[in-house]
């Protein structure tokens, strides 16, 4: 996992270094860009339940404040290394600086397994780790989040702990009432992911993948208005260059547009039936233990499948089980098999580095959207583009999350709370600037969707581009 980071780090510093050169950056701005503006890297010891005490590994990595107060989660798992957290923080930097928020990057982690650990122990280990970081955060300075295995249960803890490492500033400083409430908000503040009834914002949950719907949408209308105008200049996307009767860019209607999506967790999920509630035909999902097709290119039933997994454990164990899931003409699939399917468009929403060298000869879908983070590497990323397939990056796909944890950071500052259709009103606005901003780049300087994406980010984080 350390090798993981190293190599992670390594191709989020690639992209940076790529970018640079295009923009002819010196190589003071180039340095200031890669190296994160602080490392807090700390052990802190946690009385386990047998009463022996355990010390834990913890980081916190606060990469850039250019736009704004460091951002991004905090991750649970053993496999974190400090390239692995300031390679997050970096690509944090860049995808806050894509969404247009005023935010910087930032990334935190500690070195556990969670599942070894008691309700009791993962609290005490979520309280200490915040009492390591409480003196570096703030809601004007450094916001955290749940990322991999953590989760709004584990951001009230945290929080909680965090008001009672700020409640004697709190009392000393003034005696005003109005002060202390607004003050609390901003304790709030500087946590999102919480609860819903601790300040946490509606919408939160489905964010990513409704984020990613909504690109998706602009990437298609966006197509079509660009072939209806002048077929001949059509930059990627060959094949559906050479077919103007392709379904996709057909009409604004989707319901011939297949889709593939692997991983079925929140983001897989959310995305799939946002998707076929705006009318995609979603054909094909999985988990990591397989998947399942339509095999008459009818649209799966999403939520009456993930009700059959929360009762037989996977998907692959939903077909046609019992009569439980509506899936007489369809059939279990692996997930490279999910990968290599025909499909208008692959959603790889569970790991990085599924479309590889081994498997990019056989992807076969004409766009793909990126909503893990890195599910296709910088080889095959390459590769792809070249023969036409659009990919549009996970900096710029899966940011409706960073999105809405924004909108929930400014409703505890303003003392709001905003209904969810308020809350998802406010989001496609800001996916839609986001992703024009992108494909005015990309289609102007001929770049893919990403080297765009890093240009604009780029841009925007030295404060050259409004
Ligand atoms: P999750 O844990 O809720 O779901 C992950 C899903 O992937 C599960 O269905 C799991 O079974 C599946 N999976 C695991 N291994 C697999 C494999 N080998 N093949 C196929 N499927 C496999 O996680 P999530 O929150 O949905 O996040 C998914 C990805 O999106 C991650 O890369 C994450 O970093 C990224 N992401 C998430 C958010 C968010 O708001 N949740 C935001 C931005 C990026």
């Given at each position: 996992m350390t090798n993981t980071g190293i190599q992670m780090l390594e191709s989020a510093k690639a992209i940076m270094r790529k970018t640079a050169k295009q923009l002819h950056l010196t190589d003071e701005q180039l340095e200031r860009l890669l190296e994160p503006e602080v490392i807090h890297e700390f052990n802190f010891e946690v009385m386990m339940d047998k009463g022996n005490l355990r010390l834990f590994k913890g980081y916190r990595i606060q990469h850039n404040s250019n736009l704004g107060p460091y951002k991004g989660g905090i991750r649970f798992h053993k496999g974190v290394s400090q390239e692995e957290v300031q390679a997050l923080a970096t690509l944090m930097t860049i995808k806050c600086a894509v969404a247009g928020i005023p935010y910087g990057g930032g990334k935190g982690g500690v070195?556990?397994?969670?599942?070894?650990?008691?309700e009791h122990e993962l609290k005490a280990v979520s309280k200490a780790y915040v009492r390591a970081i409480s003196s570096v955060?703030?809601?004007?300075?450094d916001v955290p989040a749940p990322d991999v295995n953590t989760n709004p249960k584990i951001m009230r803890w945290m929080v909680e702990e965090y008001i009672q490492t700020q409640k004697s500033k709190l009392k000393t400083q003034t005696h005003n009432s109005q002060i202390i409430s607004q003050r609390k908000n901003e304790l709030y503040a500087t946590?999102?992911?919480?609860?819903v009834d601790m300040g946490g914002t509606l919408g939160r949950t489905e964010a990513t993948g409704r984020g990613g719907v909504i690109i998706l949408k602009a990437l298609l209308s966006r197509l079509k208005s660009q072939i209806t105008n002048n077929?001949?200049?059509?930059?990627?996307a060959s094949k559906l260059q050479t077919n103007s009767s392709n379904p996709i860019i057909a009409d604004n209607s989707w319901e011939n547009v297949t889709i593939a999506i692997q991983g079925f967790g929140n983001v897989g999920y959310y995305f799939g039936t946002i998707a076929s509630e705006a009318g995609?035909?979603?054909i094909a999902v999985s988990d990591s233990k397989g998947g399942i097709m339509s095999n008459n290119h009818t649209s799966l039933d999403l939520p009456l499948i993930s009700d059959c997994k929360k009762n037989k454990g996977t998907l692959a164990g939903c077909y046609c089980a019992g009569g439980v899931c509506?899936?007489?003409?369809g059939k279990v699939i692996t997930n490279q098999e999910l990968l290599e399917l025909p499909v208008d468009i692959l959603v790889p929403a569970a790991l990085e580095n599924v479309i590889n060298a081994q498997n990019m000869h056989k992807i076969r879908a004409n766009i793909i959207i990126e909503m893990a983070n890195g599910p296709v590497t910088e080889e095959a990323y390459e590769y792809l583009t070249k023969k036409g397939v659009i990919i549009v990056p996970d900096v710029l796909a899966n940011s409706g999350g960073v999105t809405v944890s924004y909108l929930e950071w400014y409703q505890n500052i303003k003392n709001q709370h905003w209904t969810e259709k308020r809350v998802n009103a406010k989001l496609e606005k800001m996916m839609i600037h986001a992703f024009e901003a992108i494909w005015k780049t990309s289609t102007e300087k001929k770049l893919s969707l990403k080297q765009a994406a890093f240009e604009v980010a780029i841009l925007r984080i030295l404060k050259k581009e409004k």
């Open positions: 070195v556990v397994d969670p599942k070894t650990l008691s955060i703030g809601p004007y300075v946590f999102t992911g919480k609860p077929p001949s200049t059509m930059l990627r995609f035909k979603v509506d899936l007489k003409n």
